[in-house]
């Protein structure tokens, strides 16, 4: 979809992830299911509504989804089959809740239903 790197870009970064200390072979914790999951979603999700009343976004766990997160207008979607390392926890929830979400009720609070969902080329900008 974007291409490759530059292969400078790819040798140092690659000489950096050489010389990090032992993320790569730390023993893992157990990842974290659905339920934990959930949870810290619908934690996150009231701190938002705290400062936005108009914040009415909603969690659900399904089990007709591949194991991962998925926002789907104002929900997020959670699979049954998500196992996630908690140390990727936060990031993931920030990610989904602060870049989709918000996306969408920033976007419906203008009046236009499109910029609940993003503008032409906006998935390369939230998406990296």
Known sequence: LYGSVEPSLATRARAIVEK??????????????????????RDMIAGYRAAYSDFDASV????????????????LLVSRDTNLPPERLTALLSHEIGVHLVTYFNGDA????IFRNGLAGYE???EG
């Open 20 to 41: 990090a200390p032992g993320a790569a072979s730390s023993v893992r914790q157990e990842g974290l299911g659905a339920d934990a999951v959930a949870a810290a979603a």
């Open 60 to 75: 659900e766990i399904r089990g007709d989804l591949p194991a991962g997160l998925l926002v789907s207008r104002n929900r």
């Open 110 to 113: 203008q009046g236009l239903a």
């Open 124 to 126: 390369g900008m939230q």
